[in-house]
């Protein structure tokens, strides 16, 4: 059987939809599951640069020549990564406290040298619960809350591998709590809860976790499965204990990564450096990044001129779940954006001026799979998985009856979730959050009953291609839904 759309983007590191717009401008209308023909693989791969050659698994491992990237699957070089981490919550709970001591504690305790840069993430060293002679790396995005992490996902990357919630312990559960929560839950990212501030007098672990629970957060000693630490991130109390089931949670995933291909990573963050030109912080994902590799990122490519970490120290080369400061770029690509290794410097030409021409085609490619009106199509593809609805209403009585009703709606063919309900406005979190869920597999839109966004609100989600659905009666909602689940929708005027 063939390589389908899917395990081809995934292999030559480029998105299903992407390849799937290569393929329609030769004139094949392909789905992501769809095998394709020895031809067309090669045909495709060509476009993006890459040269395909179908052998044997003996002959592979025969010849470990990390040439093609179509065959690394069946190579030794898949080792372990450190965990990458997002830090969320509240306002004023302590991310940012948070963020520093571990850095601060960490760094302190590791090896000296070199000064504190931002550049977007950080590594620190901790020893291994399992064997406190050997010391592991955890790597902390720096820049709290979830806007980093929702716009990586929002570009189709993952954001990190586990996210610490942080909640302080006199002010409980709060309304960016949840919303750091829900996206968590919606990227199917494992959750540690760090309840901060327990110096403070008024401090109330019970009634966080208290709290916590009624949103299903169910700590261990409840009989759940949430681990939840106690800190001070001012006193640098407990932190630790954090950082131990950081990794004790991240163990659960078998995080690995292959080392020896063409690396390839993602953007945290980038700008236009007076001295030195536009700069990139790029966290390597697979692969190793080296001085010298000619890349594209974005729609702009360039060469490694230098590597430097998080301490500021230049680096030749940089492994799976490394952050580093990369220089050499043409142009300042965007948070979230792909960065990729290619073979040689003017294929990475080529392959930015094809992704330009190409974007428009994306766009295009894009606006059509997104709302309620296009359900139908992907669901008869068998692409659809789940409709995912943020219900927003202006009582609660309401938040609980239409989620109950939505989630009846449910058939064999679709699930439908709520991954967000809520008393309030639309607002441009809602937004976010649904953009970030929307793909291939997932159609996410936003109900407000009784409700509208504001004017910047339906804006931002007209850019993110975000279906926004207003009502006041709850039986036309039920009505709307059913109708875009057999296709028979009246198209929105
Ligand atoms: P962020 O908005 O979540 O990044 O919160 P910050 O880290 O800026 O912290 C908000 C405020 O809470 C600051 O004044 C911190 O000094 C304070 N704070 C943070 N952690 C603790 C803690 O563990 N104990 C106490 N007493 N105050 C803290």
């Avoid at 759309?5 to 209308?29: F, H, R, S, T």
């Avoid at 960016?176 to 919606?186: C, G, K, L, N, S």
Wanted: with cysteine; aromatic share 2%.
């Amino acid at each position: 059987e063939g390589t389908t759309v899917k395990e081809l983007a995934e292999k030559i590191e480029v998105k299903p939809k992407d390849i799937m717009a290569a393929l329609l401008a030769k004139g094949i209308l392909a789905t992501i599951n769809q095998p394709l023909s020895e031809e067309a693989m090669r045909e495709v791969a060509r476009e993006f640069g890459y040269e395909v050659t179908v052998r044997s698994l003996e002959e592979i491992i025969n010849d470990q020549q990390d040439t093609l990237a179509i065959e690394t699957d069946a190579l030794d070089d898949i080792e372990p990564r450190a965990p990458v981490v997002a830090v969320m919550g509240h306002v004023d709970h302590g991310k940012t406290s948070l963020l520093d001591a571990i850095r601060n504690t960490r760094v302190a305790a590791g090896e000296a040298g070199g000064i504190t840069q931002h550049i977007g993430a950080y590594s620190v060293e901790v020893p291994d619960p399992d064997n406190r002679e050997k010391l592991r790396r955890i790597v902390f995005l720096d820049t709290p809350g979830h806007e980093a992490f929702t716009m990586m996902r929002a570009r189709g990357a993952k954001g990190a591998d586990v996210a610490v919630i942080v909640v302080a312990a006199d002010d409980g559960v709060m309304p960016q709590t949840i919303e750091a929560i829900d996206h968590a839950r919606a990227a199917k990212v494992p959750i540690v809860v760090a309840i901060n501030k327990i110096d403070k007098p008024q401090a109330n672990v019970e009634r966080v976790k208290k709290e916590l629970s009624d949103i299903g957060l169910i700590c261990e000693e409840w009989g759940g499965d949430t681990v939840m630490v106690e800190i001070s991130a001012k006193h640098r109390r407990n932190l630790d204990t954090l950082l131990e089931m950081i990794l004790l949670t991240s163990d659960l995933l078998d995080l690995k990564a292959p080392t020896k291909r063409l690396a390839s990573g993602v953007v945290l963050e980038a700008r236009l450096d007076k001295g030195r030109g536009p700069v990139a912080s790029v966290l390597v994902q697979q692969g190793t990044l080296k001085v010298g590799d000619p890349f594209i990122v974005g729609l702009h490519f360039g060469r490694v001129r230098a590597l430097i970490d998080d301490r500021g120290r230049p680096l030749t080369e940089a492994g799976p779940s490394v952050p580093v400061e990369v220089l050499g770029l043409e142009g300042v690509p965007k948070a979230g954006d792909l960065f990729q290794v290619v073979d040689d410097a003017a294929r990475a030409q080529e392959l930015a001026n094809y992704r330009q021409s190409k974007a428009r085609m994306a766009q295009l490619m894009s606006s059509a799979a997104r709302g309620l009106e296009d359900m139908y199509q992907q669901m008869k593809s068998g692409q659809l998985k789940e409709l995912l609805v943020i219900l927003k209403a202006d009582v609660q009585g309401s938040v609980e009856a239409l989620r109950e009703i939505l989630q009846k709606l449910s058939n064999e063919k679709v699930s439908i979730r709520v991954i967000r309900a809520d008393v309030g406005a639309i607002t441009e979190s809602d937004v976010m959050l649904a953009a970030a869920s929307n793909d291939m597999s997932h159609v996410c839109i936003i109900i407000g009953f009784n409700v509208r966004p504001a004017p910047r609100v339906a804006e931002l989600a007209k850019q993110e291609r975000v279906d926004i659905r207003l009502h006041s009666v709850i039986y036309k909602v039920e009505e709307e839904v059913r109708k875009a689940m057999i296709g028979m929708l009246d198209p929105l005027t």
